[in-house]
């Protein structure tokens, strides 16, 4: 399978550069990933698609700030980090700007020296392990001197920090939000949980693996980036009951689903489970837990439309996100949503496509 298999065409003015005012303002493109059938609807339409007694699983993940602007001393020339991955003991896996001149040994200073920090390691694959130096709490210095860390195709300003957050983001360790997640409110929230459906939580934090790009022309030669993911005692049994009882379980984001995927037993149980995870769910993928995926629209040839693709087939995907560009859908982290289901509801006043 090769990875221009799962290449699309769109244009770059599609690409939402801003989040909408209200978040379940946003698109729903509903497909059928048996038939193929589409419809469209609004983001605040979703209990139309749930049922009492389905599973919605969320990710709780909450981003860091983990972009730091400071600079070099003694030269005061401009220095950027940002932060991936914490090692302990004040030790920092990270991604810094100009490469060439970060070396091992060098000092940097953020905040006119409320944070300070010296390269300890250049690694194989050009990261540097940096250890920070600072009086207090460290993620509260994050919050004080740190910028999100938006995707390389979003050019604007973000305004509002808490707009790249899900409204019930709570462990930070992410450096990119699970975006899928950001088109909930409370209220909607709320509205489904009243109808009878469960709402749990897993928690992986996402990293900027997400944005890379599969360079191999054969996707099985792609090496699948890892991420850190658990799952609590109380998530397991809440899946496990749905799935008794003939519900279904809908993640919501493919960083969910990549989590209960992982630690999910061959006959599909789960239990409480932590660790890494670097599953890669391509076409030929059997889920064992996942029965329908709220997901944004992803980039072309990534990992991420592959794993939609695994769900509802490469042409029903392919066909869908077509039709999405000529409905001028907008894409990516700030874009709009897909619901694929595992059977179209009826559905009154609705733009339907049948034979997409």
Not at 80 to 102: F, I, N, Q, T
Not at 229 to 236: D, P, V
Not at 330 to 347: E, K
């Amino acid at each position: 399978m090769k990875t221009s298999d799962f290449y699309f065409d769109l244009p770059e003015e599609l690409i939402a550069q801003t989040p909408l005012e209200k978040r379940d303002t946003s698109r729903l493109l509903v497909l059928d990933r048996e038939s193929g059938q589409t419809a469209h609807m609004h983001f605040f339409d979703l209990p139309k698609l749930l049922r009492p007694g389905d599973c919605l699983v969320l990710n709780d993940s909450r981003v860091l700030p983990a972009r730091l602007l400071g600079h070099r001393i003694p030269s005061g020339g401009a220095a950027e980090v940002l932060l991936l991955v914490d090692r302990g003991e004040k030790v920092w896996e990270c991604l810094v700007r100009p490469g060439r001149k970060v070396r091992t040994g060098t000092r940097l200073s953020f905040g006119d020296g409320l944070l300070t920090a010296e390269v300890v390691e250049v690694l194989d694959n050009g990261n540097r392990l940096i250890r920070f130096e600072y009086e207090g709490i460290f993620l509260e210095l994050l919050e004080q001197l740190g910028k999100m860390p938006l995707p390389p195709y979003i050019k604007e300003e973000l305004n509002d920090p808490e707009r790249y957050q899900t409204v019930y983001s709570k462990e930070v360790g992410s450096a990119a939000a699970p975006t899928a997640g950001l088109h909930f409110t409370k209220e909607l929230l709320h509205e489904i949980e009243a109808m009878g459906v469960r709402i749990c939580y897993v928690t992986l934090h996402v990293g900027l693996g997400t944005f890379r790009p599969v360079k191999e022309d054969d996707i099985l030669d792609h090496e699948m980036h890892s991420e850190y993911c658990m799952i609590s005692a109380e998530t397991a049994e809440t899946i496990n009951r749905t799935k008794r009882e003939g519900g279904r379980v809908i993640c919501v984001g493919t960083t969910s689903c990549r989590t209960i995927e992982s630690w999910a037993a061959p006959d599909g149980t789960m239990q409480e489970s932590a660790g890494w995870t670097n599953i890669f769910i391509y076409p030929g993928y059997r889920f064992k837990v996942l029965d329908c995926l709220i997901t944004n629209f992803h980039l072309p040839e990534s990992t991420l439309v592959m794993l939609v693709s695994a769900l509802a087939g490469r042409e029903h995907i392919l066909n869908a996100y077509r039709e999405a560009v000529e409905q001028r859908y907008r894409f990516f982290s700030f874009g709009d949503a897909m619901f694929i289901t595992d059977q179209m509801p009826a559905l009154e006043e609705t733009q339907h496509k049948s034979d997409v």
